[in-house]
């Protein structure tokens, strides 16, 4: 039975090997996928009980969190999957661009704020994903963190933003 959300996972290995075989094959086949784009500059670990892809705290330790700067994350839910792509994080260019190309493919599009579900492979325009995930090279998230700390909690991953958001507002006013 799936039940990796109640289990400590600690390593990419170990979420995989908790996943019933169908779901595993899924999640790797997009895992793959994201590796294979992934501009230098970001690290592959587990984060928030997901696979989770940002900028390290080596390179960046300064966040309002104490987390690596999300960049994309993925997760087998019970009924889904989800994808979290910062990058197209809702009302920005990038997200603006992704859904109109996104209905170019005819596929359906079932997204929140960054978080694009799908129940199959098929749902995914994998190029697409390849594409979004090689634009945003890791130093360059860095250095926009670094130069514009406003926007730290838009980076610092979508299932936190509220709290980010609060919490850089505030500290910027004390």
């Not at 400590?8 to 908790?18: M, N, R």
């Not at 999957?81 to 910062?86: E, F, P, R």
């Not at 594409?131 to 610092?156: I, M, S, W, Y």
């Amino acid at each position: 039975m799936f039940d990796a959300m109640s289990k400590v996972i600690g390593t990419v290995a170990e979420y995989l090997d908790s996943l019933e075989p169908p779901k595993r094959e899924v999640v790797s086949t997009v895992r793959d996928v994201v590796n294979r784009a992934l501009p230098l500059g970001y690290k592959e670990d587990i984060a928030f009980s997901m696979i989770g892809w940002g900028v390290p705290l080596e390179r960046y330790p300064d966040t309002y969190n104490g987390q690596p700067l999300s960049y994309i994350a993925l997760a087998a839910q019970k009924r889904h999957y989800s994808l979290y792509l910062n990058a197209v994080y809702i009302k920005s260019v990038g997200e603006a661009e992704f859904r109109q190309r996104w209905e170019a493919t005819g596929r359906k599009l079932n997204m929140g704020k960054s978080c694009l579900r799908f129940t199959t492979l098929d749902d995914l325009d994998l190029d697409l994903i390849s594409e979004v995930v090689a634009r945003h090279p890791g130093g360059r998230v860095h250095r926009a963190v670094r130069d514009f700390p406003r926007h730290q909690g838009l980076l610092a991953g979508s299932w936190g933003l509220r709290t980010a958001r609060w919490s850089v507002t505030n500290r910027d006013r004390m």
